[in-house]
């Protein structure tokens, strides 16, 4: 699975968009890109994932450019509630019974 | 959406004592699960992949008489921890992954261990 890079913590204030960015420059092909949030003390929660195009959820959106060696998830309006630790993982899907493998992850903290 | 739980939330058992974890997907099957170990401040490390009806894959470190996962059906995977020394405790996350899907896993609430 493809390396990724995230910035070890981001700070936003309640009600503005949070932007978290993800560089996976040696994703390959046929690897989606995930996103997974952990609140403390509690399981990772799953956000959403994305092939090639941009995606939209009731949670969040996924820009992913066109070369495919970064991605953004974006909180459209942030929430105290969404202070977590922001996983992004790229993997290859459909037909693979492969772990997530998580890295560091950032810590976004939403002030009020 | 897709629900895992897991129960205990809590755990404290002595020294030498086995504790068991179960792991269930409350409204979906799961072939696969998957047991990860967090440490304080760290982040989840997998320590085994189970596949219902065969015997579990351990990472590499990972003792597997020490760590005894069962996986008897598609929606129930245990977990137990055999003779607990203090260094055992931790945060275990279980994680389905969803049969039908596009690879999305779904993680339990977690259960913390405190090994006395």
């Known amino acids: 699975d493809a390396k990724t890079t995230q910035p070890p913590s981001m700070d936003c204030a309640e009600g503005r968009a949070a932007n978290l960015p993800c560089n996976h420059s040696?994703?390959?092909?046929?690897?989606?890109v995930y996103w997974y949030r952990q609140i403390h003390s509690q399981g990772p929660q799953y956000i959403i994932h994305?092939?090639?195009n941009n995606e939209t959820n009731e949670m969040a959106s996924l820009i992913i450019t066109e070369d495919r060696k970064s991605s953004t998830l974006i909180l459209p309006h942030a929430t105290l509630r969404d202070t977590a630790v922001y996983y992004c993982?790229?993997?290859?899907?459909?037909?693979?019974?492969?772990?997530?493998?998580f890295g560091s992850g950032t810590q976004l903290t939403v002030l009020p | 959406g897709a629900v895992v739980s897991q129960h205990p939330s809590r755990v404290i058992c002595k020294s030498g004592t086995s504790v068991k974890i179960e792991c269930r997907s409350l409204?979906?099957?799961?072939?696969?699960m998957f047991w990860y170990r967090q440490f304080p401040k760290k982040s989840l490390m997998l320590m085994a992949t189970?596949?219902?009806?065969?015997?579990?894959?351990?990472e590499q470190g990972v003792e597997k008489d020490k760590f005894l996962i069962n996986h008897a059906s598609l929606t129930l995977s245990t977990l137990t921890v055999t003779s607990a020394h203090p260094e055992d405790s931790s945060f275990y996350i279980c994680?389905?992954?969803?049969?039908?899907?596009?690879?999305?896993?779904?993680f339990g609430p977690g259960t913390r261990l405190t090994v006395t």
């Open positions: 189970s596949n219902e009806g065969s015997k579990a894959t351990y």
């Open positions: 040696t994703i390959s092909g046929n690897e989606y």
């Open positions: 993982i790229v993997r290859v899907a459909n037909g693979s019974a492969r772990q997530l493998t």
């Open positions: 994305g092939l090639k």
């Open positions: 994680s389905a992954r969803f049969s039908g899907r596009a690879g999305e896993q779904y």
């Open positions: 409204d979906f099957q799961a072939t696969t």
